[in-house]
């Protein structure tokens, strides 16, 4: 276990809830309100989290490459993926890190989950809350392989182009 002085930089998808905050993609009831940090919590072991014997913590990938090969996100709706502060405890993992705390650092609307015309402006001004910079970013770049062609088809079913 690590606390390091300065926050670490990884990488993390996100979806939107209907309030249009960040949303986990694994822990769908958790919402990262803008201007809040994220403070994890382990439901049930008891202890702080991250704890090493636990997947409590919040996570993040270190890199890009990483998240592709290892993150969920195969799960239909507004896909957000970026960059996230980490710090407190953190644990290192073979894909990246779980934390202590964390806050957004970027915004990327993954292109083809995010809707169009008002729905997208609707989108974008909602994440502008989180007052970090945002990007629209292609869904092969954000998402890898099998799941990208899953989640292409997804959008296609829904009758939304990629």
């Known amino acids: 276990m690590v606390a390091p002085d300065a926050p670490i930089r990884a990488w993390r998808y996100w979806q939107t809830s209907g309030r249009?905050?960040?949303?986990?993609?694994?822990?769908?009831?958790?919402?990262?309100?803008?201007?809040?940090?994220?403070?994890?919590?382990?439901?049930?072991?008891?202890?702080?989290?991250?704890?090493?014997?636990?997947?409590?913590?919040?996570s993040?990938?270190?890199d890009l490459d990483a998240l592709?090969?290892?993150?969920?996100?195969?799960?239909?709706?507004?896909?957000v993926v970026g960059e996230v502060d980490l710090w407190g405890r953190i644990l290192e993992e073979s894909y990246g890190y779980r934390a202590e705390?964390?806050?957004?650092?970027?915004?990327?609307?993954?292109?083809?989950t995010i809707g169009e015309g008002p729905e997208l402006d609707r989108l974008m001004n909602a994440m502008a809350a989180y007052d970090v910079p945002m990007t629209i970013v292609a869904l092969n770049d954000a998402v890898a392989g099998t799941t990208a062609q899953m989640l292409a088809f997804q959008m296609m079913s829904r009758g939304t182009s990629i």
């Open 68 to 79: 592709r090969q290892h993150g969920l996100c195969v799960v239909p709706g507004p896909l």
């Open 60 to 62: 993040g990938a270190s």
């Open 101 to 112: 705390h964390a806050r957004p650092a970027s915004i990327g609307l993954v292109e083809g």
């Open 20 to 58: 249009l905050y960040l949303r986990s993609v694994a822990q769908r009831h958790i919402e990262w309100k803008p201007g809040v940090p994220m403070n994890a919590v382990c439901i049930g072991g008891g202890h702080p989290a991250p704890s090493v014997g636990c997947w409590c913590g919040v």
